[in-house]
């Protein structure tokens, strides 16, 4: 590889739109600060509701991305020839302009948004005076008691009266068993687990068909996730209309996730499903491909027993039943309010490992009599809708790999994978970077922070683009993996497998970028002014890395459930009645501001809706004291309710600048144990 065959572009063409009393360089920045201008006033003028807003904005994008791939195309890759340059040009390129496909697929998306609530407050209650009748399904497999209690109790709390809530355990537990007895709710067991999950509720639907009086409709819970008391008569509203055979609602997670969790940011930083589901799923809703998520979804007992149940093809049951009804004309829509929430995977193997089974199903699909080039009845949008998602599984992680490993091509081996003045990249690929970021942020405020979204991605980019891969090529044979919940998480645990990689190339990374600049036998200068490009993208891939081994050292989790609202309780005790600030409440334990009582002093704690649970001082605070709850078995359903059914939407919705510097300061100073 000499100079002479393969060097930086001597002049850019970011002179496109000139600015004469500019330098080139100051040219191009110009350009981006218009888009960065032009991003700001974006808020005050759009609305995100309006669909000409949006396909305005998204508009704009895809033609700046679409300038971006001319560029790129035309003026930054290698000449043709059997040469390493020209395969690490090329296959950079490649894996881009997939991952942009994907992109622009997504752009197309997001030009619409469909917002159901007012048509549910419309038709609510059109059935009359006879409530439909409801068969809520929980299946479950290894869940511990404390998980399944709260999803037992908060189904058994709905509002709507019509409804039997039936247990389906795939692990033929007596135990359980007992337990529903004595909670009143239909317990049922299998003689084997054939279909996994998609088995284990068709063999409760067969069930059902036998009844005296089957259901109207069938409402499906994961064993982790609890309704809210509206979940039923909520959803229910919508199938007024008779072609909608199925109706999903958003996932919410009581907990951090691992990423949020380990890098000290649960409060500041939304974790990674709200942007699909509180802002694709309702574009995907307006163009008519709403994707069934599972749990937390209520579909027509008529429409599946005409498919025979929910399709076991694939180990993402849930998507491919979208498919078949739609295959059959059903109508598939989404209601776009917190109306259950359930538990997020809490260790980072598990959080992996149920993304990798996300995306192994995916591919199963698309090779599946449901796939896009199938001979079937799907709609055109509907073959669109799945293979946006294989776009999205099988480009964005590998890209990601591919964004840390190629610089080190240059750093070691001199390899110039893309040929770009320091203007043009500027011009081009940072005009549309800026204005997809701000109108993403118009659309979607606080979703998106490059090197946590990026830290995101990278964390799970190895086995699930192996996952992508394998499926594509091998889509039968695969196992259900469980996503387990719960267990022991009082401990620090280091990750070093996964951890693993990302040292390596963090290593290479810093080692190549020291080398670079202090020993000229590396990096040679032939990049040109290009080499700021690498500088900068290498030094944007230590920080990512940085995140993403952080993220593999997993701290330890307790129970917090921090009240909504500040909230008050009466503290009765000898001889002594005070009103006190109630600062955090789980089922053990509550932390009360107000008068210091000697450590322990018992009495008596009034709560709303709850009553009066016994009380023992553990701790004396600052402000206050920490207390001991024993709750009658009464008062700790009423707890339960209390945290998991009611209320609004846990967590929060979008990021906060002040609070995740804060929650990283404080991680990356060690001091943010939990």
Known sequence: MTPARWTGCATGSADMFPFPHLTELGSSWTHVLLALGAGLILPSVVDPTNNRHRAALMGISFLLALRYVWWRGTETLAPAGWTIDMLASWSLFALEMLALIGSISAFTIMSRIRLRSEEADAHEAWWGEQEPRVAILIATYNEELEILERTIVGARSLRHRNKEVLVLDDSRRDWLRDYCAEQGVRYMRRPDNKGSKAGNINHCLDRLAEDP??????????????PHRGFISRSLALFHDPKVALVQTPQHFFNADPIQHNLGISRSYPDEQRFFFDYMQPSRDAWGIAICCGTSSICRWSALREMGGFPTESVTEDFLLTLALQERGWKTVYLAEPLTEGLAPEGLKEYVTQRARWCLGLMQIARSKYGPLAKNNLRLRDRWSVIDSVFFWMTSFPFRVAVVVYPLLYWFFNVIVVNATLTDVISYFGVYFVWSFMAQRTLMPGMFVPVLH????????????????????????????????????????????????????????????????????????????????????????????????????????????????????????????????ISSLTMEEARLRGKI??????????????????????????????????????????????????????????????????????????????
């Open 597 to 674: 009582y000697p450590i322990g002093t018992t009495g008596l704690l009034r709560l709303r809706d709850v009553g009066d649970v016994p009380v023992e001082v553990i701790a004396q605070t600052v402000d206050g004291n920490r207390v001991r709850l024993t709750p009658t078995p009464q008062q700790r359903e009423a707890l339960l309710v209390r945290f998991y059914a009611e209320g609004a939407a846990p967590g929060t919705g979008r990021a906060q600048l002040a609070g995740l510097l804060a929650g990283l300061g404080r991680r990356l100073s060690f001091s943010d144990r939990r």
């Open 454 to 581: 990026d830290t995101s991605q990278l964390i799970g980019a190895l086995p699930i683009s192996r996952a992508a891969f394998t499926g594509l090529f091998r889509p039968k044979g695969h196992p259900f993996s469980v996503t387990a919940k719960g267990g022991d998480r009082t401990k620090v645990i280091v990750q070093w497998e996964m951890m693993a990689p990302f040292l390596v190339l963090l290593i290479l990374t810093l080692l190549g970028l020291t080398l670079g600049i202090f020993v000229d036998r590396f990096a040679f200068n032939d990049a040109g002014d290009g080499k700021w490009v690498v500088i900068f993208w290498t030094i944007y891939n230590v920080f990512v890395l940085l995140m993403t081994i952080l993220a593999c050292v997993e701290l330890p989790r307790r129970e917090r459930h921090i009240a909504d609202l500040p909230d008050r309780g009466i503290l009765v005790t000898d001889g002594d009645i005070r009103r006190q600030w």
């Open 213 to 226: 009086v089957p259901p109207d409709f069938v409402a499906v819970l994961d064993a982790d996730f609890v």
